[in-house]
C-alpha cells in the first residue's frame, strides 16, 4: 500500500570561502607570518582638533580666578570667578564666584552670578545667585534661589516701509504761568 522510496543522496556543496576583514590578516598569513602594509589599522581622520579640557579633581580646592578658552571640569571647589567657553560643575564640585561661559552644566553648587548662552541645571544642582542667559533648562530637584534674566540674541530690526514716518506727539498747548495744559478731548 504504502511505499517508502529511498532518498537520492544529495551531492555535498563546496565550502563557499569567507572574505577576509581589511584591517586583520587572513589565517593563512596569521600561520605563515605575513603581514601586508594594507591589513595594518589606519588611524582615523580627525575632523577637527580636540578643544583642550581641564578637570579640578574632587578634593581639590582652588582659591582666584580662573579663565580660558576651553573645557573645564570642576569636581572639587573653586573660590574666585570663572571664565571659560564650556563649564562642567560635577556633583561635588562647587563655585564662590561669578562664572561666565558659552556652555554651564550644574550637578553641583554655585554661590554666585552665573552668564551664559546656555544654562543647564541637573537635578543635584544648587544655584544661589542670577542667571543671565539666552537657554536655560531646570530639572525637577535642582534648588535655583535668585533672578532668571534672558538675555535675547541680536535680532535685526523690522524695516519700516518707504516713506513711512513713525507718528510724532501732538505738542500740548502751555499756559502763560509755564503750567501744561492736557486735552481729554478725542481728536485734540
Known amino acids: 500500500m504504502f511505499s517508502k522510496s529511498k532518498p537520492s543522496p544529495r551531492p555535498q556543496a563546496e565550502p563557499v570561502p569567507i572574505p577576509d576583514l581589511p584591517d586583520l590578516p587572513s589565517p593563512s598569513q596569521k600561520k605563515q607570518g605575513v ?28 582659591n582666584g580666578d580662573l579663565s580660558g578658552n576651553g573645557q573645564v571640569t ?18 561635588t564640585g562647587s563655585v564662590e564666584g561669578s562664572v561666565s561661559a558659552d556652555v554651564v552644566e550644574v550637578r553641583g553648587r554655585i554661590v554666585g552670578a552665573v552668564n551664559g548662552k546656555q544654562v543647564k541645571l541637573f537635578a543635584t544642582a ?16 535642582a534648588y535655583f534661589q535668585g533672578r532668571c534674566l534672558q538675555a535675547r540674541k541680536d535680532a535685526p530690526q523690522p ?19 509755564g503750567a501744561q495744559l492736557i486735552s481729554l478731548k478725542p481728536g485734540a
Open 74 to 91: 570642576i569636581e572639587g571647589s573653586v573660590t574666585g570667578d570663572v571664565r571659560v567657553s564650556h563649564l562642567v560643575i560635577g556633583e
Open 126 to 141: 544648587y544655584v544661589d545667585g542670577d542667571i543671565s542667559h539666552e537657554q536655560l533648562s531646570i530639572d525637577v530637584g
Open 35 to 62: 603581514t601586508t602594509a594594507a591589513a595594518a589599522p589606519q588611524p582615523a581622520p580627525q575632523a577637527r582638533p580636540a578643544q583642550s579640557s581641564s578637570t579640578l579633581a574632587s578634593g581639590l580646592s582652588f
Open 159 to 177: 524695516a519700516q516701509p518707504v516713506g513711512f514716518a513713525p507718528p510724532r506727539p501732538a505738542e500740548a498747548p502751555q499756559s502763560d504761568d
